[in-house]
């Protein structure tokens, strides 16, 4: 549910919090309720990602193979971006090291997403990119291993679970205010009567009407009286 993924959000956040990396969601969220599963994450504390493939461009795996490299798939991206008219940021998903050097190379390239990388890679690719483009890492990241991404000094990391694992959580509701009410006047109101009761203190009326209506000794209709005549007071 969202209070899950909003609670997920906001234990994953808390353990980079001092780092300042951004923690971001994916796409992978429930049909219909990517924009409140997306809300619950910001309000757990963590980012969004994109919010559907209108926002900005990801080149992932297949886009890149298909495409005959990333150079290839990035001039084609450029070229339709400029067909359309559209000023969208470009990201692209690197396999290896490799990969980052070549898209080093490329201007139009924003963020560079190190996918499956270890810590120790991800942090060389980092000291190669030196600033140049935003960096993400993406891939098998866990609450165990999330420190150690984060503290290679990349810009984002990307976490599926998020949205997609959050476990539901045990909600549920007490109703105390009476008893604490009481408890209250137990200790300030006994000294206080009330000439319409023949001089009872407030505390002994409210006890007879708290007694009236949790015993059920009056009606629904009088205890709903008596409850609004005692909280006027």
Known sequence: GLSGIATSAHRWSQLVADTGVRLLDTRKTTPGWRDLEKYAVRTGGACNHRQGLYDMVMLKDNHIDLAGGITHAVRRTEAYLADRGLDLAIEVECRTLADVEEALGLDAITRIMLDNFTPAQCRTAVERIAGRK?????????????????????????????????????????????????ALLRRSAQTITIPLFDGLSLYDVAIFFWKGIYEGAVTSRAASFSFSFFLAL
């Not at 984002?156 to 105390?176: E, M, W």
Request: zero cysteines.
């Open 134 to 182: 935003e960096t993400e890492a993406s891939g098998g990241i866990t609450r165990e291993t999330l420190r150690a991404y984060a503290e290679t000094g990349v810009t984002f990391i990307s976490v599926g679970a998020l949205t997609h694992s959050a476990p539901a959580v045990d909600l549920n509701f007490k109703a105390r205010l009476l008893e604490t009410l009481l």
